[in-house]
């Protein structure tokens, strides 16, 4: 396992886990993205914290490498899962 900040930003964690990424914000899990071996990837967003300030969208947007309007596509047509990961 290893863990590093996004930016050398405290408080904004990327966490690399075998075939996991995770993006972590304070204490809150945002995201999580399982690499399947093949393209697309599986991607996880909290259900209640996805989306829970500027700061967590920023560095959100940074961990995905996606834009908020692009999430927001993936979500709306399934791409993405909102989940409980907390």
């Known amino acids: 396992m290893k863990v590093e900040n996004i930016n050398n930003r405290p408080n904004q964690f990327i ?19 399982i690499d399947n071996g093949f393209n697309p990837d599986t991607v996880y ?29 993936h979500i709306k047509n399934g791409f993405i899962k909102l989940i409980n990961l907390n």
């Open 45 to 73: 967003l909290d259900e209640k914290y996805w989306n829970y300030s500027k700061t967590t969208s920023k560095y959100r947007n940074i961990f995905l490498n996606m834009t908020s309007k692009e999430i927001e596509n």
């Open 15 to 33: 966490i690399e886990n075998g075939n996991e990424s995770i993006f972590q914000s304070y204490n809150s899990i945002i995201a999580k993205v």
